[in-house]
């Protein structure tokens, strides 16, 4: 397989309202931040939002950004079915696809992309709370990352969680899990 250029990674996240897709963008642009890289994260809500199309770009790279807009990833994370189908072609070949297989019945039908599908709401289930699994496909997407390391997600998740200690013990469990995974 192709290795990715590492000056720039493109993340698109998308799913259903309500999956934590803007957390992931913000999530992945606070760890590059901290690690002092340029960053943009533009979100977008479907009509509905919660239970709507949602989805979440994040450009990370060495040098300025010129544009936040994202077309063609090196990194896909899709959370449920309808966004497989609606966002899979837009992924660049050789690229990452992180898939939750448990909202998704459906094996990619490319064969020049990386896939990585991860049963992530069971997993989340298992771990008590399946609000999580948005941070198991975090800790999946590090694991490929070349500019964001788990150590700056886990900084970066603490900061944003400040004060909220349980759930930011459940999110560092779910992104390690993903990460091992």
């Given at each position: 397989m192709k290795?990715?250029?590492?000056?720039?990674?493109?993340?698109?996240?998308?799913?259903?309202?309500?999956?934590?897709?803007?957390?992931?963008?913000?999530?992945?642009?606070?760890?590059?931040?901290?690690?002092?890289?340029?960053?943009?994260?533009?979100?977008?809500?479907?009509?509905?939002?919660?239970?709507?199309?949602?989805?979440?770009?994040?450009?990370?790279?060495?040098?300025?950004?010129?544009?936040?807009?994202?077309?063609?990833?090196?990194?896909?994370?899709?959370?449920?079915?309808?966004?497989?189908?609606?966002?899979?072609?837009?992924?660049?070949?050789?690229?990452?696809?992180?898939?939750?297989?448990?909202?998704?019945?459906?094996?990619?039908?490319?064969?020049?992309?990386?896939?990585?599908?991860?049963?992530?709401?069971?997993?989340?289930?298992?771990?008590?709370?399946?609000?999580?699994?948005?941070?198991?496909?975090?800790?999946?997407?590090?694991?490929?990352?070349?500019?964001?390391?788990?150590?700056?997600?886990?900084?970066?998740?603490?900061e944003v969680?400040?004060?909220?200690?349980?759930?930011?013990?459940?999110?560092?469990?779910?992104?390690?899990?993903?990460?091992?995974?």
């Open positions: 290795k990715l250029d590492n000056s720039t990674e493109e993340i698109f996240c998308a799913g259903f309202g309500g999956q934590g897709i803007m957390f992931m963008g913000k999530l992945f642009a606070e760890a590059a931040l901290a690690a002092g890289k340029h960053v943009t994260w533009m979100p977008s809500y479907g009509a509905e939002v919660r239970g709507g199309t949602a989805y979440s770009m994040v450009k990370i790279s060495k040098k300025e950004i010129a544009s936040p807009v994202v077309t063609n990833p090196n990194m896909l994370i899709v959370m449920n079915k309808p966004s497989l189908l609606k966002y899979e072609d837009k992924l660049k070949d050789h690229g990452i696809l992180i898939s939750n297989r448990s909202l998704i019945d459906t094996i990619p039908a490319r064969k020049n992309i990386k896939v990585v599908n991860i049963p992530m709401t069971a997993l989340a289930h298992a771990l008590g709370n399946t609000k999580c699994a948005n941070m198991i496909a975090v800790g999946a997407l590090v694991k490929h990352s070349k500019m964001i390391t788990l150590r700056n997600v886990l900084s970066a998740l603490k969680l400040a004060g909220k200690e349980d759930l930011f013990l459940l999110n560092k469990k779910a992104l390690e899990k993903g990460y091992r995974i």
